[in-house]
Structures are given as C-alpha cells and as structure tokens.
C-alpha cells in the first residue's frame, strides 16, 4: 500500500493507532514462534531490482510493470543486475480476499491475473517480487494484510510463482501486534511454502519514533536488526525515505545515518536495508550520485524507486557503473563504518573481499571542499597506494593520502589498494572553484555561494599534489558566464611537490545587469607529468545569482525566494504546510506568510536594502487535527549567518512575535527546528514577515 503517504495520513486525519503499551507483546492466545531453522542463501550479495510503489504511486497495472520489465531489458539495466520486478501495495481488488479466503488482485489493474504476468517476467530473465503486510487487514487502514493466513498468502505467492516477498508492517501496527513473533510466523510460512519454492523475504517495518509518534523500541524499524538476519534476507532500519515524486537528500543522509548503526547485522544473504534508490524524485544528479556512493558501500539492496522508462542517460549510467556496482556486489558483504567524527565532511571505509579498501569523502555541506584522509586510517599499510575514481575510473598513485574535490552534496568513491611495479600518475587534485569573499565579506563556511548583480568576489582554486613525484608548472584557467570578467590569479609555482599544495585566486566581477538564477565557475587544472606530457582536470561549481533585492514595505512570502526546504512537503506559501488550509494559529487566520514542516529553511537576497522585519511564529492549527503528540519547533531568523532572533521552543499552545533589525544584512535565513524531538505532528508557520526596505 502506499506507505509514507499513509503515514502522511496519519499526520492529517489520525488514522493509525498511536497508543501503545510499554512493553509489546505477541497477541494474545499466541505463543512465542519457535526459533527458526537456518535459511537457505537465496541472495549472497545484495539483490537487485525496481519497485512499482515510488514510480506509480500506488495501482500499478499489467501494462505498466510489463513496459518496465521490457525497459529493465532493453536499457540494460537487467544485465548490470537489477533483475527483480516487484509489485508494492495497492494491487489487490478492493476486498482483497475471496470467499473462500485466497488473496484476489484487482481485476481493473491485471485483468489476467498474476501468474500470466509472473510468467512475463520470468519470460525476460528477471525475476518478480510482491507485497502483503504481517497485520490484518483493517477497511478504512490498511488495504492488505495476511495475519491469520500467513501460510495460505505463502502458499499461494509460490504458486504464482513469485522470487520475492515484501511484508509491510501498517496494519501491523494498526493491531498492536508484535512485530518479531509476527515476522517470524511468516518467514516460518514462507520457508515451508506448499511448493518448496523459494523467495526472498523483505521484513519491511518503517515505524519509527519521533517520525511516526511514541512507539516502544521493540516495534520500531530501528530494532529489526536484532532479529530480523535469522529470519530474513533483508530488512527496512528506518522510515521511507521519502513520498512519491518526492525523495530529499536530507532524508536520503537520515536513512543511510540509521541504517549504519548496526553494520555488523549485514553479511552474505542478510542485508540492512535503507530503503529505495530515488534517481530524479527531486534530488540533483550530484544528490543522487552520493545516495548510489552510499547505498553501495553499505551493502544494501539496490532498488529502483523511479519510473525507469522516463529516466535520462545520467540517472541510467549512474545507477549501471560497473565500478561502484562491484563495490555493492564484494562477496565479503561488508558494510562500510565511519572513520573519524561525524560532522559535515566525514570519511567512510568498506573492506573488501581481496583487501581492497572501498573509500568515501562525503561532503554533507551546502559548499565545495577538498575531503582527505589517510591510508593509514582506513585499515592500508605501505608507502603506495593504487586509487581507482569509481564513478570517473581515473586510476592515480598516492604517497599515503586520499584526498578529492567534492561538491556540495557529494561523495567521492575510489577503491583503494597497495602498489607495485612502476610508478603511476601522481594523485593530484584539482579543487572546485570555491567563492570565499563577496564584497568585503567573508562567506561563512560550509553556506551555497550566492553572488547578486554588482558584485565583486574572490574565488580561489586550490591544487594539490598527494603523489610521490612533484608535478611540474601548474596552471587554472577560471571561465565565468559571459559578462563576468575574472583577473588572473597571479604568478604560479614552477613546480608542485609531493605532499604539497598551491592556491590560485581570481576576483570575479558580476555586471550589473547579471541575470539572476543558476551560473556556474569552471576551473580547468592543467600541469606536466613526467612521460605523460600536460595533463588536465575540469571542474566546476554551480552557483545562484540572486533575484533583484525586496523594495519598500513588502511582505516577504511574496518576494522570490532563493531556496527553501521542509520537512515533508514543500514550503507553501499563505496557507500551512501543504496547503490544505489558510495560516491559522490559536484560532486567528493570517493572510500571509509560509507554511513549512520541520526542519526548515527558507532563503532571501536583501542586498543590505532591509531595515526590519517583523512577523508571528507559530505552530499551525492544523495539528490539532491530529493528536496530542508533536507540534513543538524552535524559530531562527539569520542574518549573513549571525542569529538576529531565537523563539527557544514554541508550542501549539502559543505563539511569538519577532521584530527584528535587518540593517545591512545581504542574506537573510528563517529557519525552524524540531525543538528536539523529532518532526512529527511539527507544522510551523512564520506569518507576516512584513519586511521594510
């Protein structure tokens, strides 16, 4: 069924059940399922595939799933090793049961059945998934559940002939059941299928706490890791990670964040699972590279969320690299783990199986950054190393550090290995252009580089050379958009040594008449290496140009925004979060202002043309809708990065006014917070924002 955007219901109508006991325990009359025998490895790596409920939203049809599969073929994609074709929710007839109690698809969506349609897939050399749910079904809840007929659901998937089987967990938790004794009866059914047929299980519990409400760990997506590898070969370790048509990058680092607690659960044939991979669902192509760079070094199981058939080239080469997808597929299945602290930048390792270390540098940050570390720290012993770029194939030697360009956003991938024979081409790294002054201002670090018509900014690219051998007489060349003119960057080294750096500065000048909206600084990196001649490196960082600054008094939901972000949804601007209704807070409406779900933040250009600001904070009325839980954020208003206003945590019980002087200010930031508590039930409305400039 239609998992997050039923959880999305639960936000706005309560459907699902919230109250829960302390401690859960199996249903009563039921005894504890005896300790399963050992599974059979169905899938020593990973597997591979695409599911219907990110591309179609719910209802996927005959004709649907028969076009993807025929694409998985033709694209390729069947033979970098997506091979499963998996049937989400929604595909049983409105009463999902027959009389005499066998699961009935809905006629209108696959008016031949399913065994036809299984046989069509299998007819491609792929294999098929389906859907159900460990609770029972509930009219007005959940559309699908097998609790109660868990060995008759089993037998009659393996008489479809299914490979696979996805078990929800909403109508589970709807009934209150336990979710281990559950889990375990249906990998119980499933192993001893009337056919002897087997198929893989997909434990699929998404609820989590705060996301959800107040739950016991032991029925959260967060404890499944505990059990699930005797029972399953893969199993969800948080929330979805996102709604259909609508996958964030936030929410992609959330996932993969929960999903690395506990790498020492995956192994072959038994994976933690983070959900699915969502090219062009509102990520960038740079976003969504990194969620493919961290789904493959976690060993997690590679399926497609998106409409396959309307995806572009760079999705497809992405999600096919023959590179990373080795790295997913290491028969060792060993998860990648943090090296160093947590923060903005980090670095992440896998081991694998011949020795190899697979390396991430993630930049979690809004800005470009030069990510390092050392050979020494990810597990690698020696005075040379092999890097092979997995998503470039560039293969370099390094004295000891691996280091890249990263944009914001990103990650690099290389596969790392100890060296022999001649010496290769020195690792160097050309940077990202990199906007550090705008005007006599410093650009705080980590924040997106905005730049306005007028300006003046100093861009610098730094290049270092992490190779054992000097490279000799580095040079950048910095082009701009057109109109923009850039200095030169002044005398450069003859020569660049091992283990050193060089930095080279330009001062951009915008015109005045710039146009706003996306430009973008391409460096190219060019030096001489001995017996390899001049060689070069291209790179660039994308930047906004922003919008002409507000004038007079103005309410600023109405001014052009630079960019902003929600927690669920999209910022909406008079009405609250998603705009179902006016911006209403202890019951008195307010005309203007913007809506969002925490967290939040929401971006303006004001040039220094803004002397205050005013507005009401609040959580939205809507809330009330819901239930007791949630409905607490914390307001910020920020100027160029310094906190000009703070509202500490405000309740659904009450609201703030802000007035605040904006006297030279160039970027302005409202942001919300969850006040700690996560982001359920959290729907934050900044109202007025009457600015005067």
């Known amino acids: 069924m239609k998992r997050h955007l ?4 639960a936000l706005v109508t309560g459907l699902l059940a919230v109250s829960v006991p302390a401690q859960a325990t199996p249903a009563a009359g039921k005894a504890a399922a005896a300790p399963p025998a050992p599974q059979q490895v169905l899938s020593p790596t990973p597997y591979m595939g695409w599911n219907t409920y990110y591309a179609f939203g719910g209802d996927p049809t005959e004709a649907e799933i028969k076009s993807t599969a025929d694409f998985l073929v033709s694209s390729g994609l069947r033979d970098a090793g997506y091979q ?6 929604n595909w049983a007839a409105p009463t999902p049961r027959s009389a005499a109690g066998d699961l009935t698809p809905n006629p209108a969506q696959f008016p031949n059945g399913l065994a036809p349609l299984v046989d069509y897939i299998h007819s491609k050399g792929l294999k098929a998934g389906i859907y159900t749910d460990a609770g029972p079904y509930i009219p007005g809840k959940c559309g699908l559940g097998s609790n109660g007929y868990y060995q008759r659901d089993a037998d009659q998937f393996a008489a479809w002939k299914f490979d696979a089987v996805k078990v929800d967990y909403l109508c589970g938790i709807a009934a209150n059941l336990d979710p281990k004794t559950v889990y375990t009866e249906f990998a119980q059914a499933l192993r001893n299928n009337a056919s002897k ?17 107040n739950y016991p760990e032991e029925q959260q997506s967060t404890y499944s890791w505990s059990y699930a590898p005797k029972i399953a070969q893969s199993w969800r370790t948080y929330t979805d990670v996102g709604f259909v048509d609508e996958i964030k990058f936030k929410d992609v680092l959330r996932n993969y964040d929960a999903n690395a607690r506990h790498p020492e659960a995956a192994g072959p044939g038994h994976f933690n699972d983070p959900d699915y991979l969502g090219p062009e669902h509102g990520m960038s192509d740079e976003e969504f590279r990194t969620q493919m760079t961290l789904w493959s070094v976690a060993a997690a199981p590679l399926v497609i969320g998106s409409d396959v058939t309307k ?8 999600l096919s690299d023959p590179d990373v997808l080795a790295i997913n597929q290491d028969p060792a299945v060993v998860q990648a783990v943090r090296v160093g602290a947590a923060g903005t930048t980090e670095t992440w390792v896998k081991r694998l199986a011949n020795g190899d270390r697979a390396v991430v540098l993630l930049n979690r940050g809004d800005s470009p950054a030069t990510l390092t570390t050392k050979a020494s720290s990810v597990g690698l012993s020696g005075h040379r190393f092999t890097l092979k770029n997995a998503w470039t194939n560039e293969v370099t030697e390094s004295a000891g550090t691996i280091s890249a360009a990263v944009p914001a956003h990103g990650a690099a991938l290389f596969r790392v290995s100890r060296a022999t024979g001649k010496p290769g081409v020195p690792h160097v790294v050309a940077g990202l252009p990199q906007v550090t002054r705008v005007g006599g201002d410093a650009v705080p ?7 306005a018509g007028g300006d003046q900014a100093r861009v610098e690219v730094t290049v270092r050379n992490d190779g054992g051998q000097p490279v000799q007489a580095p040079r950048v060349d910095l082009a701009v958009p057109a109109g923009w003119t850039a200095g030169p960057p002044g005398t450069a080294p003859k020569l660049l040594a091992s283990n050193h750096s060089a930095t080279f500065a330009f001062t951009v000048t915008l015109p005045a008449t710039a146009e706003p909206g996306n430009a973008a600084l391409t460096a190219t990196t060019s030096y001489e290496v001995i017996g390899k001649g001049r060689l070069r490196q291209e790179t660039s960082t994308p930047l906004v140009v922003a919008p002409a600054a507000p004038h007079g008094d103005v309410a600023l939901s109405h001014h052009q925004w630079i960019s902003a972000t929600s927690g669920w949804m999209s910022p909406t601007v008079d009405n609250s979060v998603g705009g179902w209704s006016p911006i209403s807070m202890l019951g008195q409406v307010h005309p203007t202002g913007i809506g969002v779900a925490s967290p939040s933040t929401v971006r303006y250009y004001l040039g220094g043309r803004c002397s205050r600001l005013t507005a009401t904070v609040g959580i939205d009325d809507a809330v009330r809708n819901v239930g007791p839980e949630g ?4 307001f910020q208003i920020i100027g160029d990065g310094k906190v000009l206003y703070d509202s500490g945590v405000v309740t659904r019980d009450d609201v703030q006014q802000a007035d605040v002087d904006l006297t030279g200010v160039r970027v302005l930031d409202l942001v919300v917070g969850d006040a700690g508590d996560g982001g359920y039930n959290d729907r934050a409305d900044w109202a007025g924002l009457n600015a005067t400039c």
Request: aromatic share 8%; glycine share 10%; proline share 9%.
């Open 84 to 89: 499963y074709v998996w049937i989400d929710g």
């Open 445 to 451: 670090a980590g924040t997106a580089p905005l730049v």
């Open 311 to 318: 995806l572009g080239k760079t999705s497809l080469s992405t």
């Open 631 to 634: 409905g607490t954020s914390t």
């Open 6 to 9: 039923t959880a999305l219901l």
């Open 197 to 213: 047929r087997p198929m893989i299980f997909n434990l699929c519990n998404p609820v989590t706490s705060p996301d959800w409400g």
